[in-house]
């Protein structure tokens, strides 16, 4: 039987979190794996206590003198290239000063290789909120997110626009019944969903991952905060979609907004932590820290980060599958894309790790869907695979409001005048999330018509947020 030690063990016995632990974790696999734990353990526990006895080991000499270099040096700064790299803006006219400042700095990361700058843009935490930032190998908690994986999906029903009307209390009474929005809210009992993405190995591991699984389930299916929603509406087919094939026509649809709940947030508050820890940069980058993907950190980021991005699909797939069982539809075609993620792509025949922090992919043919506010349209997309954005086109239309400036500046009455004239049924949600606190949704559009080609629009009638005035997650 293989002998397995996980970073966590070597924690224990008196290493720290660096790149001594991710090499040590590569010369266990490569020479002791059939060397009994407690023995290794012991070994290694020595090499970290006293390395200068093992410099001249043939197999533990690289360990040593890394341990060696890190007991002696502190954590240097690591500086910033003078001037930033170029890139592309999308929609400059309506990005604020805050969201260039900050991609300007994360255009001077010496891991740096491209970025680019989405319509809907605004200023966020490291990388600014529709930034597109590809690095050499290296990936940064901040610049995937808080909300890890966070989504959109859309679900087209067999439903005429017709027979939606004049069904407002079934609609509105399903929508309830199998919805749950708010700061940690969960389903309890016999309420509680089940996906096989719950019997993931990723859980597995690490003990953080472990720790959250039960957490994890019991938030499955459920919406959490923010700007998350989950919406009845009409999506209108101005000609047939071959690709999707559905003729031309209006058809009820369904539409819903959120991410990977505390499991996500868990996930990024932990590794970015631990990204300051080892990579220490100037002040005004200190959010950008970001992790080798050769290094054992690097790794568990990403297992936990894909696991996230999984699980958040997951909860849409639950919420879809219980309201179209509750209504009797038939799915003609569904679309899902998610944000708040890093990829494994190719740009200019090099390998590159690509963040997209709201800001959706929109690859040649790519389906998306681009959500305006809660009355005004959303768009179902195809990508164009335009390079200058890194293959990338906007989440949504983006804040013009900071949620403060919001509530000081909108009314209930002008709320709610709103939500009439577009005959919008609204369930929770607070002045934070007042259609007049996003940007045009119009103009984001047209600031990318290089980036995508619109298939269809969808029109929302009926939205459930949340009323707690939460957060994302």
């Given at each position: 039987?293989?002998?397995?030690i996980?970073?966590?063990?070597?924690?224990?016995?008196?290493?720290?979190?660096?790149?001594s632990?991710?090499l040590a974790?590569?010369?266990?696999?490569?020479n002791?794996?059939?060397?009994?734990?407690?023995?290794v353990?012991?070994?290694?526990?020595?090499v970290k206590?006293?390395p200068?006895?093992?410099?001249?080991?043939?197999?533990?000499a690289?360990?040593?003198?890394?341990?060696?270099a890190?007991?002696n040096?502190?954590?240097?700064?690591?500086?910033?290239?003078?001037a930033?790299?170029?890139?592309?803006?999308?929609?400059?006219?309506?990005?604020?000063?805050?969201?260039?400042?900050?991609?300007?700095?994360?255009?001077k990361?010496p891991?740096t290789v491209?970025?680019?700058l989405m319509?809907?843009?605004?200023q966020?935490?490291?990388?600014?909120?529709?930034?597109v930032?590809?690095t050499?190998?290296?990936?940064?908690?901040?610049?995937?997110?808080?909300?890890?994986g966070?989504?959109?999906a859309?679900?087209i029903?067999?439903?005429p626009?017709?027979?939606?009307?004049?069904k407002?209390n079934?609609?509105?009474r399903?929508?309830?019944?199998f919805?749950?929005?708010?700061?940690g809210?969960?389903?309890?009992?016999?309420?509680?969903?089940?996906?096989?993405?719950?019997e993931?190995e990723?859980?597995?591991?690490?003990?953080?991952?472990k720790?959250?699984?039960?957490?994890a389930?019991?938030?499955?299916?459920?919406?959490g905060?923010?700007?998350?929603?989950?919406?009845?509406?009409?999506?209108d087919?101005?000609?047939?979609d071959e690709?999707?094939?559905?003729?031309?026509?209006?058809?009820?649809?369904?539409?819903?907004?959120?991410?990977?709940r505390?499991?996500?947030?868990?996930?990024?508050?932990h590794?970015?932590?631990?990204?300051?820890q080892l990579?220490?940069?100037?002040?005004?980058?200190?959010?950008?820290?970001?992790?080798?993907?050769?290094?054992?950190e690097?790794?568990?980021?990403?297992?936990?980060?894909?696991?996230a991005?999984?699980?958040?699909?997951?909860c849409?797939?639950?919420?879809?599958?219980?309201?179209?069982?509750a209504?009797g539809?038939?799915?003609?075609?569904?679309v899902?894309?998610?944000?708040?993620?890093?990829?494994?792509?190719?740009?200019?025949?090099?390998?590159?790790?690509?963040?997209?922090?709201?800001?959706?992919?929109?690859?040649?043919?790519?389906?998306?869907?681009?959500?305006?506010?809660?009355t005004?349209?959303g768009?179902?997309?195809r990508?164009?695979?335009?390079?200058?954005?890194?293959?990338s086109?906007?989440?949504?239309a983006?804040?013009?409001m900071?949620?403060?400036?919001a509530?000081?500046?909108?009314t209930?009455?002008?709320m709610?005048?709103v939500?009439k004239?577009?005959?919008?049924?609204l369930i929770?949600?607070g002045?934070?999330?007042?259609?007049?606190?996003?940007k045009?949704?119009?103009?984001v559009?047209?600031?990318q018509?290089?980036?995508?080609?619109i298939?269809a629009?969808?029109?929302?009638k009926?939205?459930?947020?949340?009323?707690?005035?939460?957060?994302?997650?």
């Amino acid at each position: 039987m293989k002998t397995i030690i996980t970073g966590n063990e070597l924690l224990t016995i008196g290493f720290t979190e660096g790149k001594s632990v991710g090499l040590a974790l590569t010369l266990i696999a490569e020479n002791f794996e059939d060397v009994a734990k407690e023995e290794v353990l012991n070994l290694l526990r020595k090499v970290k206590s006293y390395p200068e006895s093992f410099l001249d080991d043939k197999i533990l000499a690289p360990l040593a003198k890394l341990i060696v270099a890190e007991n002696n040096t502190e954590l240097d700064t690591i500086s910033l290239n003078n001037a930033s790299k170029d890139y592309r803006i999308f929609g400059e006219n309506y990005i604020e000063e805050g969201a260039r400042k900050q991609m300007d700095i994360a255009m001077k990361l010496p891991v740096t290789v491209a970025g680019a700058l989405m319509p809907d843009a605004h200023q966020g935490y490291g990388l600014p909120i529709g930034g597109v930032l590809a690095t050499n190998n290296s990936i940064i908690p901040y610049g995937v997110g808080v909300d890890i994986g966070c989504r959109m999906a859309l679900s087209i029903f067999d439903i005429p626009e017709k027979h939606y009307f004049g069904k407002d209390n079934m609609y509105k009474r399903e929508l309830i019944a199998f919805t749950k929005f708010g700061a940690g809210r969960e389903f309890r009992g016999l309420e509680r969903a089940d996906h096989e993405v719950m019997e993931s190995e990723a859980f597995q591991a690490t003990p953080l991952l472990k720790g959250l699984h039960a957490k994890a389930w019991s938030q499955l299916g459920t919406s959490g905060g923010g700007n998350h929603f989950v919406e009845w509406g009409i999506i209108d087919f101005a000609e047939r979609d071959e690709i999707l094939n559905i003729d031309k026509g209006r058809y009820v649809a369904l539409l819903t907004h959120s991410g990977s709940r505390g499991l996500g947030a868990t996930i990024a508050g932990h590794y970015t932590k631990v990204a300051k820890q080892l990579c220490k940069l100037p002040d005004d980058a200190a959010n950008l820290a970001y992790l080798d993907l050769n290094s054992a950190e690097g790794q568990e980021y990403w297992i936990a980060m894909n696991l996230a991005g999984d699980y958040a699909s997951a909860c849409h797939e639950v919420i879809h599958k219980r309201l179209t069982k509750a209504i009797g539809a038939k799915v003609l075609a569904k679309v899902e894309n998610h944000h708040n993620f890093a990829w494994k792509e190719t740009l200019n025949g090099e390998e590159v790790i690509v963040h997209r922090k709201g800001a959706t992919p929109a690859a040649k043919g790519v389906m998306g869907i681009i959500p305006g506010s809660m009355t005004a349209p959303g768009f179902l997309v195809r990508g164009k695979g335009e390079e200058g954005s890194i293959h990338s086109a906007s989440h949504g239309a983006g804040r013009v409001m900071s949620r403060s400036k919001a509530i000081k500046n909108i009314t209930k009455a002008e709320m709610k005048a709103v939500l009439k004239d577009h005959g919008v049924t609204l369930i929770g949600a607070g002045l934070d999330e007042a259609p007049m606190a996003y940007k045009d949704i119009h103009q984001v559009m047209a600031a990318q018509q290089d980036l995508v080609d619109i298939v269809a629009k969808f029109e929302p009638k009926m939205v459930r947020m949340a009323d707690d005035g939460s957060r994302e997650d």
